[in-house]
């Protein structure tokens, strides 16, 4: 069955340190993965995809993301976290078939 | 601008009055969705459809119904909606079913009671 697993449901961070939001995922298919990020009271926000190619993927606000095929992992880091990215991650799975998974999300908290 | 709009933004019914959510995106694209979004549950997809004509089923459609009469509108439609059905519920569209990421409207607060 596809599915999503995002272990930690939340994570508390200082200002300043680097961040690693877990991502596992099963499917049947070549995976397509993406990790979204919703602010409070807000809609979700594409950060990156990884479709083929290069497994380490660059997105927006300095996100990064690391395909590992082998572990059936796309863990979401980022070197320094600021105040602003305080919010809810999710990382999804879609591909060759016609639905999406997303995980249960993660919630982060930046303390200044 | 490109983007998928849903109406209405916030809602409050009572059991068993139907309501209709609107959603429509202008990008042309071929495939869209309704999720509802619980805490602790993340985004389930409730159904989908792949084209104009074209609609299945998600994770989690029982109690709603959808169409897909024009490319650019999906209404997601509770005929006798319960309290077991409030929840956030999110409108996307994307390109091409899995292949591509989906763009996501801004949510519609739904509570029955």
């Known amino acids: 069955a596809q599915s999503v697993t995002q272990p930690d449901i939340h994570i508390t961070v200082s200002e300043g340190a680097s961040l690693e939001l877990r991502c596992n995922y099963s499917?049947?298919?070549?995976?397509?993965l993406f990790w979204y990020v919703q602010s409070p009271g807000q809609g979700l926000q594409l950060l990156l995809k990884?479709?083929?190619?290069?497994?380490l993927v660059q997105g927006i606000k300095g996100f990064e993301a690391e395909f590992k095929r082998s572990q059936s992992s796309f863990n979401l880091r980022k070197p320094s976290v600021h105040w602003s990215d305080a919010a809810e991650y999710f990382c999804a799975v879609g591909g060759t078939g016609n639905q999406f998974y997303f995980g249960t999300g993660t919630s982060l908290t930046v303390i200044p | 601008e490109a983007q998928v709009t849903q109406n209405p933004r916030y809602l409050i019914t009572v059991t068993g009055k139907k309501l209709t959510v609107t959603c429509s995106q202008n990008?042309?694209?071929?495939?869209m969705s309704w999720y509802r979004q619980d805490p602790g549950l993340g985004l389930r997809q409730i159904y989908y459809?792949?084209?104009?004509?074209?609609?299945d089923k998600g994770d989690v459609p029982e109690g709603y119904k959808v169409s897909r009469k024009e490319k650019r509108n999906f209404p997601l439609i509770l005929e006798s909606p319960s309290p077991n059905q409030t929840s956030l519920y999110f409108c996307?569209?994307?390109?091409?079913?899995?292949?591509?990421?989906?763009?996501f409207g801004p949510g519609t607060r739904l509570t029955v009671t």
């Open positions: 990884y479709f083929s190619g290069d497994t």
């Open positions: 459809s792949m084209n104009v004509e074209v609609t």
């Open positions: 996307a569209s994307s390109l091409v079913r899995g292949l591509n990421e989906q763009y």
């Open positions: 499917y049947g298919a070549t995976p397509y």
């Open positions: 990008m042309n694209h071929e495939y």
